[in-house]
């Protein structure tokens, strides 16, 4: 089965891997507990109705997700409609050619049901580990970047940079499914030569909001929305804009601040810091009703206009397999139908539809048609 076809806006999840004691219980569940159950939630996600599984990289404890491609093949051959994504991919420390290779295989076992978010992470030390250093991140997500594509869409590569060795009549095997490489979205939470580098590509722009004020990833967007229109790629409101979110539900909202707060205060990444209360009031972070996280997710669009991915974290800071489980269930249900309902009901007309393989394979075979016609043309 290929790609679902295009849809307005996409909905899924994304996961970062950590291995969290519950603070509940005091109880840590070993690596193999939790990646199994990253498998058993991505299956979940497909059962409940939503469109995309993403999964971070990360090389260090407590984080578990090294080989993103190969969880990513094994959700593959177990789901049929699911598209498979990276929450990051780390542009800067891996080989452009290994990515190249690895992404176009699982685009073919996956029938072509496959993204990447590339990044840069949030972990300093891992440049050292893969022998890079730190000071060059945004050089090197630039220069690896610029190659993965060549590598992409040239059958025959020569190249020569500043931070691998040169390559001379290199061809990337296996080629990209139907001619047609993954879609990219570029991630980021904090820098513009993300934002530009995404729209001088015509490439997707994820911005992961869950930490920082959204007036910050407002500025974000705008400059990639306007950028993507300076490079000729299409109107700002054909940009593919991504965002993040974190939820936490229970029928009764007062439930959900209660059973939640114990997590959020010993989560690794936030907490110990501002309160709950202070970071739902600031972030994308919801916590309540089914009904509240509708209603917060609805006014993104007016920081950030209409966009194409809504990705949740859902399965962070100890929260048991069993919780996670019940969360995706409220969001198939209950959350994202109202969602898709009421974001395409106020779609303007000319807005992107989110990107999926079927349909950029049938903008490909249109755009080379044209090609072909016209060289016909002068011909004649």
Do not use: C
């Not at 990360?58 to 177990?78: E, K």
């Not at 290994?98 to 295989?105: L, N, P, Q, Y």
């Not at 205060?265 to 907490?271: I, K, L």
């Not at 309160?275 to 600031?282: G, I, M, R, V, W």
């Amino acid at each position: 089965m290929t790609a679902t076809a295009t849809t307005p806006t996409q909905f899924g999840i994304f996961t970062v891997g950590d291995v969290t004691p519950d603070p509940t219980t005091g109880r840590t569940p070993t690596e193999h507990e939790r990646i199994t159950a990253m498998l058993t939630i991505a299956r979940k996600a497909e059962e409940v109705g939503l469109d995309v599984f993403a999964t971070g990289e990360h090389h260090n404890p407590p984080f578990v997700p090294s080989s993103p491609t190969t969880m990513l093949g094994w959700i593959a051959a177990r789901t049929e409609r699911l598209i498979l994504s990276t929450s990051t991919t780390l542009i800067t420390t891996n080989d452009p050619v290994k990515i190249a290779e690895d992404f176009a295989m699982l685009q073919h076992i996956a029938e072509g049901r496959v993204d990447v978010m590339m990044g840069r992470g949030n972990t300093g030390p891992v440049y050292p580990w893969f022998g890079q250093d730190i000071r060059q991140g945004i050089p090197l997500a630039i220069e690896n970047y610029a190659l993965l594509r060549r590598l992409w869409t040239e059958d025959v590569v020569d190249w020569q940079g500043r931070f691998r060795t040169p390559l001379q009549g290199f061809t990337s095997t296996p080629r990209p499914l139907d001619g047609v490489p993954p879609f990219v979205w570029h991630g980021s939470i904090r820098s513009p030569e993300i934002a530009e580098q995404a729209a001088y590509y015509g490439d997707g722009f994820f911005a992961n909001n869950i930490f920082w004020p959204k007036d910050h990833f407002k500025h974000l967007i705008n400059l990639y929305r306007d950028r993507f229109e300076h490079y000729g790629h299409g109107t700002r409101q054909q940009a593919y804009v991504g965002l993040g979110g974190q939820v936490f539900m229970r029928k009764n909202s007062q439930d959900a601040v209660n059973e939640f707060r114990p997590y959020f205060d010993n989560a690794p990444v936030y907490g110990h810091g501002p309160s709950l209360e202070e970071f739902t009031d600031q972030t994308p972070l919801t916590v309540g009703s089914p009904q509240e996280v509708i209603d917060k997710t609805l006014t993104f669009r007016e920081s950030f206009g209409d966009y194409q991915r809504q990705l949740f974290l859902m399965d962070h800071a100890g929260l048991p397999l069993k919780t996670v489980l019940e969360q995706l269930d409220l969001l198939g249900e209950e959350v994202v139908p109202v969602l898709r309902k009421e974001m395409a009901a106020g779609r303007p007309a000319g807005t992107a539809d989110a990107p999926t393989h079927t349909a950029r394979v049938a903008a490909h075979a249109a755009r080379t048609g044209a090609h072909h016609d016209e060289q016909k043309g002068a011909a004649a």
